[in-house]
């Protein structure tokens, strides 16, 4: 699972969720410097977010190695609602004390957005779908959003959902590697990255 490349609203301080802003130069060098550690894993299929930041990302990598690209909007961030576009602080202004209980709680939503494991249940689907699927599929690469990614991740380990905010951030371009054995995920690697 690989977080799409910094965008002008991270550079802003801005919360993204569903809205779709685009890669900054610096996001887009840090897609190309990713590819030689990622293209390592020889993907055979690469699910994007169809949101821009995550889908340019990944067309980085798809386009160097070779891979086909499928968008799924199932990979989505998480709807942040009433405070998409707002920075940190214009959140705690409006909303004093939401945000950092947000922030502790994984069934705490933003006002008309979602909570961590509605995010993580509509991911989870994407999963199984490859799961049940008869595509050969060895190795496939999800390219989406730092808190779909911690979400997914808590919820492939079964971690109690009060332990879910205790798995930290994922850096832009960063990623987490995991594996199926024993009928069981296992974390191989938690944001993973090259730091250059």
């Known amino acids: 699972m690989w977080r799409h ?5 991270n550079a802003a301080g801005r919360m993204q969720g569903h809205l779709d802003s685009a890669l900054t130069e610096v996001g887009w060098n840090q897609a190309r410097f ?4 990622l293209a390592r894993f020889e993907p055979d299929l690469v699910i994007s977010s169809d949101l821009r930041r995550a889908m340019d990302t990944a067309t980085v990598l798809t386009e ?3 891979v086909p690209l499928r968008i799924d909007k199932r990979l989505r961030e998480t709807h942040l609602g009433e405070w998409q576009g707002l920075t940190g602080p214009q959140v705690d202004a409006d909303w004093p004390g939401d945000r950092a209980r947000w922030r502790v709680d994984a069934t705490s939503a933003p006002p008309g957005g979602e909570n961590r494991i509605e995010v993580a249940e509509r991911a989870a689907e994407v999963v199984s779908d490859l799961r049940d699927s008869d595509e050969p599929l060895e190795t496939v690469l999800l390219a989406s959003h730092g808190g ?5 991740t808590a919820r492939l380990l079964a971690l109690p959902i009060v332990a879910w905010p205790q798995l930290g951030g994922i850096g832009n371009c960063h990623w987490v590697e995991m594996s199926w054995r024993d009928d069981s995920w296992r974390l191989n690697a ?6 250059g």
């Open 148 to 152: 779909l990614i911690t979400a997914l």
């Open 34 to 37: 990713a590819v030689p550690a």
């Open 5 to 9: 490349g910094e965008t002008d609203y």
């Open 64 to 66: 160097a190695i070779g």
């Open 190 to 195: 938690y944001n993973a990255g090259m730091h």
